[in-house]
């Protein structure tokens, strides 16, 4: 059983919260336009950190990941990107991956619009975890927590912080 801490769209901006929300958690995953090298290395001093490159990330964040990230934790098979779209609106080229791997699990950002989602079609749950950053037009800053245990995906939990 891991205990996920999920967050995306931080751009740059550090909130002591995201620690405190994600006590306990076994791993973060950072969905892309992370905005600093910081905001990640906060993060790996509380536990192991997982992230993709978003579209504002620079030079050295880019360096450091990877556009998109397919990994397995526990026996449950993960895609993350930060530019993906949702079922029924994939991104065409995430579509074709989605389609490819079939994972469990298909995380994703860039929209800072919370959504869950299960994709019927190809058995898939659907994660964005909105913005955690206070740049952009969202109303409040989300985080996510869940649990992996096996296949399962449970526990999900919406945290929302005040901008």
Request: hydrophobic share 40%; net charge negative.
């Given at each position: 059983?891991?205990?996920?801490?999920?967050?995306?769209?931080?751009?740059?901006?550090?909130?002591?919260?995201?620690?405190?929300?994600?006590?306990?958690?076994?791993?973060?995953?950072?969905?892309?336009?992370?905005?600093?090298?910081?905001?990640?290395?906060?993060?790996?001093?509380?536990?192991?950190?997982?992230?993709?490159?978003?579209?504002?990330?620079?030079?050295?964040?880019?360096?450091?990941?990877?556009?998109?990230?397919?990994?397995?934790?526990?026996?449950?098979?993960?895609?993350?990107?930060?530019?993906?779209?949702?079922?029924?609106?994939?991104?065409p080229m995430m579509r074709?991956?989605?389609?490819?791997?079939?994972?469990?699990?298909?995380?994703?950002?860039?929209?800072?619009?919370?959504?869950?989602?299960?994709?019927?079609?190809?058995?898939?749950?659907?994660?964005?975890?909105?913005?955690?950053?206070?740049?952009?037009?969202?109303?409040?800053?989300?985080?996510?927590?869940?649990?992996?245990?096996?296949?399962?995906?449970?526990?999900?939990?919406?945290?929302?912080?005040?901008?």
């Amino acid at each position: 059983m891991k205990r996920i801490g999920l967050l995306s769209d931080t751009h740059g901006w550090w909130d002591d919260r995201y620690l405190l929300q994600f006590n306990g958690c076994d791993e973060i995953w950072h969905a892309g336009d992370i905005g600093s090298p910081l905001i990640i290395d906060k993060l790996q001093e509380h536990c192991p950190v997982r992230a993709v490159c978003g579209n504002i990330d620079g030079r050295e964040l880019s360096i450091r990941f990877d556009d998109i990230l397919s990994f397995k934790v526990e026996d449950c098979n993960v895609i993350m990107t930060h530019i993906g779209g949702y079922p029924g609106k994939y991104d065409p080229m995430m579509r074709d991956i989605l389609n490819k791997e079939r994972p469990q699990l298909f995380i994703s950002g860039h929209s800072h619009i919370l959504k869950v989602m299960y994709d019927e079609s190809i058995g898939c749950l659907h994660i964005n975890p909105g913005a955690a950053g206070k740049q952009g037009w969202q109303q409040v800053r989300t985080l996510v927590k869940f649990i992996i245990d096996g296949k399962e995906i449970k526990d999900l939990e919406v945290i929302e912080l005040a901008l």
